[in-house]
């Protein structure tokens, strides 16, 4: 697990931990593991919705995240994973622009909740997506994928933190290509 850093105008006092790590686990998945320790009494967590699904604007109480881009691509995708189940992805052109919905497939959420813990795991098929390590004429071997991991967390005053592998300068911007830091490589799928 990769600890997530806050950014410095969010502090997030309550947050006593929050690590995160991705991993590919088939030809066109990957896995998101995010962890939170924290003090229960001093953050909202989203309560389950009965069979969750797609949601926007999870972002704005507490959420998961990842941005995924390939190498000399301005292209990339953003996922959001709620502990409530609900779930979105969008696909961008170029940094905020041309966004659109984006997978095939609803990813695969898991939840484990303790004390003082919070667990979120989540498998996302990139199938469809310019990211997916599709062999096309004139494809590299291997894929490589820019990652950027962060989470947004909501106290019981409606405050948010958010905090990330990497922050830009300025205030808090997950879509900033310089928060794109964890590099994942893999052979393309022939």
Known sequence: ?????????TPGEAVLRLAARAELVRPHSLRFHYLLEAQPERIRIPAPVPDGGRADQLWARTCFEAFIACDESSQYLELNFSPSGEWAAYGFQSYRHGMAPALEEAPRLALRRGAKRLELEA???????????DAGAGAPEEVRLRISLSAVVEDREGRLSYWALRHPPGRPDFHHPDTFSLALQFPRIP
């Open 1 to 9: 697990m990769i600890p997530l850093r806050a950014h410095p105008g």
């Open 123 to 133: 498998e996302v098929s990139l199938r469809g997506t310019p990211q997916a390590p």
